[in-house]
């Protein structure tokens, strides 16, 4: 898998390092951009909503975060263009292995995948 754009979404500074050298390591992405909550990751995203090619095609989204989780997250990226769902897919990259986290996450259909952290560079095979 080789993607233009991979998006980071977690509040986590040290699991937002190693999903970065691990996607890094793996050469699979030009750009790596992170972003430490939710809200501020939605912000970044309105701002290049109309601008496909700066778009992430993969974003990494932690569940469990301050003031807007995971599922807000969803529930907002589901409003952009249509256009997007087509190009962009969500990886949950979690702590969280609750069966309900889990289900309630693959409803979304731009939610592809479901990981436990931390990322390993085998996961990477079994996107898209």
């Known amino acids: 898998m080789k993607t233009t754009h991979i998006l980071l979404i977690d509040d986590n500074d040290i699991d937002n390092f190693i999903t970065h ?4 390591k793996a050469e699979i992405a030009e ?10 990751a939605l912000e970044y995203l309105r701002t290049i909503r109309d601008d496909f090619e700066q778009f992430p095609d993969l ?3 932690d569940v469990a975060m301050p003031l807007m ?3 807000g997250f969803l529930n907002e990226i589901i ?4 256009l997007i769902e087509n190009q962009c897919f969500v990886a949950m990259l979690t ?14 259909s731009v939610v592809k995948k479901y ?4 990322l390993k560079i085998e996961m990477l ?3 898209r």
Do not use: C
Not at 32 to 38: E, F, G, R
């Open 21 to 24: 050298h691990v996607i890094s």
């Open 31 to 40: 750009k790596i951009t992170v972003k430490n909550s939710a809200i501020e």
């Open 59 to 61: 974003i990494f989204l």
């Open 125 to 127: 095979a079994d996107i």
């Open 95 to 108: 702590s969280s292995n609750n069966k309900d986290d889990i289900e309630r996450a693959m409803q979304y």
């Open 79 to 82: 409003k952009f263009p249509k």
């Open 115 to 118: 990981f436990n952290k931390p």
């Open 69 to 71: 989780d995971g599922f």
